[in-house]
């Protein structure tokens, strides 16, 4: 099903409506780490990191701080991206989800409940903050396989693309059904997500390309969603 689901996918990211909600999320989720910048720039005027090794002072001007903010956000765009992005669609994922049924699902669209801001603001918290757990919970072992060079990557792909399937499962399911239709589902697919959580997460480390990840993983989900067995209403 996760095969057949991704050609459409890919189609479906040349839709205008598609791209345009991929513009917009951009633009937040830069926006985001825009604020993380200057906010961390705000943080290090003054400080003064020699007098952390005992050597002399060197407190940090405008110019010093603004370097290190910039050092740090390109660091959080390459660790906090995914949290960020699948946080932020996630707050776009009605958008999503009803471009691909009303182009490919339109009696199912006619249908489907619209989660609205304050459900999709909702989705989006738990996504990232899911991400973020799962991930400090995995910071041990990820410490403990940095001997082997390519094992934290392997961990970080697994880790983030489990919470991944399950933030774009619930993407979908929130739209249908009932509370136990969707408990059911997101149980019955939960092999089939993990493997689309996966796919995306590795796609995340493809730079440029993984712009794209989070919409590929919300219209992947959306596919899989309805051409499995219905939910019940």
Sequence with gaps: MMLRALPLSLA??????????????LFVTLLIFL????????????A?????????S??????????GALLATVLGLWLLFPAVALGVIAAFSDRIVATVEAIHYPAVAMEARPLGIGRGALLGLRSAGRVLLYNLLALPFYLLLL???????ILFILV???????????????????????????KRTRGERALIGILIVAIFLVPLINLVAPILGATMATHLFHRGRPLPS
């Design 12 to 25: 479906n990211l040349a839709e205008p409506r598609i791209l345009a909600i991929l513009f917009r999320s």
């Design 58 to 67: 060197c407190e940090l001007g405008l110019s010093g701080s603004g370097l």
């Design 160 to 186: 983030n693309g489990l919470a991944a399937g399950r933030d774009f499962g619930e993407m979908v399911a929130a739209r249908h059904g009932n509370a136990n239709a969707r408990r059911d589902w997101l």
């Design 48 to 56: 003064d990191p020699c007098s952390l090794l005992g050597v002399e």
């Design 35 to 46: 604020g993380i910048g200057v906010l961390t720039m705000w943080m290090l005027v003054g």
């Design 147 to 153: 001997v082997t060079g390519i094992g934290p990557i």
